[in-house]
């Protein structure tokens, strides 16, 4: 498959799809013209089972790799683990020409991410994403982060890696719940960008949960070139980046309120797209048609739609949304549709509105 490239000038790069990048590493960061020493940094899941091939073809390309360890699931994504990580780089003397590799999933790699960002001011790093999410989504167009406990991504900065490898084969390890909630965020690309695209998946969602890999490699290409024709526009969220946020304001809410241990990410966001698509209809007139095809792709996808709260749960999750990094002048600015593949960003909602969907939120509702 033909990579998927992204022009941003002195920092473009290619994101290769593939079934077997993960053992070319070596020989794709040598391309690259990388300083020796290197650090992998991968979580106490992914570790196991990818690091050993890793690192050989990182040694066997002539670099000098440390692996370094952090725990799994978002609770990972905390500046305790930042500084884990900093000592690990010191001791092992990387510098200003050494790079960092993100093996693993979203959090891995918004992780590692802002480590590279960061130390000494900024080294280079590559992505080697092994979920669905981050393959689609997180692992490209540069925006690395970690968690403070008042919020997600509260913490972070734009730093674009100079590779990204998405090996398809990693989807045989994945487990399912993994999965599916990776599908969160293809059908968000439908919603937001690509209307046929949405029908695609509507139609050959049962090659996906089945995981053929040539309906797999489409999809995943599908959705790289749309987020990088949006972040080749906007690479810093100044306008149409904003797009990508859709659903994230709930999501990320109920993410913070359940202290990042309920939710997957792709399960919180699904039900947060359900929350702006009901939104969306009474704001910009979605089809009511339109809002059920919505909700009923990701029930198909096995994703959760909708949340029971409890009063004070609910309240939590308002002042959750007050916290997202869209908030203006304290106002809550929404992504909504209008239809399928076109959104607008920095919508204001009223309200009473805004409290009638949170309401709604609730399966019997």
């Not at 590279?116 to 590559?126: E, P, S």
């Not at 989504?137 to 970690?146: A, L, T, W």
């Not at 076109?342 to 805004?354: C, D, E, F, S, Y």
Request: with cysteine; glycine share 10%.
């Amino acid at each position: 498959m033909q990579p998927v490239n992204v022009p941003l000038g002195a920092r473009s790069y290619a994101i290769h799809i593939g079934k077997g990048p993960l053992a070319r590493v070596g020989q794709e960061c040598r391309k690259l013209a990388l300083g020796r020493r290197c650090a992998v940094i991968s979580d106490r899941n992914v570790a196991p089972i990818y690091s050993p091939a890793v690192l050989q073809s990182l040694r066997a390309a002539g670099f000098e790799p440390h692996l370094i360890v952090v725990p799994a699931g978002e609770t990972a994504k905390c500046l305790k683990n930042v500084q884990a990580c900093y000592d690990q780089l010191a001791s092992h003397r990387l510098e200003r020409q050494s790079f960092i590799v993100a093996l693993g999933g979203g959090v891995v790699g918004d992780l590692a991410g802002f480590v590279a960002a960061t130390y000494l001011r900024g080294v280079a790093f590559v992505q080697m994403p092994t979920t669905l999410l981050a393959q689609v989504d997180s692992s490209v167009g540069g925006k690395v982060g970690v968690n403070l406990p008042a919020g997600k991504n509260l913490v972070g900065a734009f730093h674009q890696p100079r590779l990204v490898l998405c090996d398809l084969n990693a989807f045989g390890t994945l487990p399912e719940r993994e999965f599916r909630a990776g599908l969160a965020e293809v059908i968000k690309y439908g919603i937001i960008y690509d209307a046929p695209f949405f029908v695609r998946l509507e139609r050959d969602l049962g090659k996906l949960l089945r995981r053929e890999t040539r309906c797999l490699g489409e999809v995943v290409a599908r959705c790289c070139e749309i987020k990088t024709e949006v972040v080749g526009q906007d690479e810093t969220e100044s306008g149409l980046r904003a797009i990508l946020n859709f659903g994230h304001t709930v999501g990320h809410a109920l993410e913070a309120i359940s202290r990042y241990g309920q939710y997957l990410h792709g399960e919180a966001i699904a039900i947060g797209q359900v929350a702006a698509a009901r939104l969306s209809a009474a704001q910009l007139g979605l089809p009511a048609a339109d809002v059920e095809r919505i909700r009923l792709l990701f029930h198909q996808c096995g994703l959760p739609t909708s949340v029971r709260l409890t009063p004070a749960q609910r309240t939590k999750l308002l002042a959750a949304m007050r916290l997202d990094k869209k908030v203006s002048d304290g106002e809550i600015k929404f992504v909504l549709a209008e239809c399928l593949g076109k959104v607008r960003w920095g919508q204001a909602v009223p309200a009473a509105l805004l409290h009638s969907v949170v309401d709604h939120l609730s399966p019997n509702s």
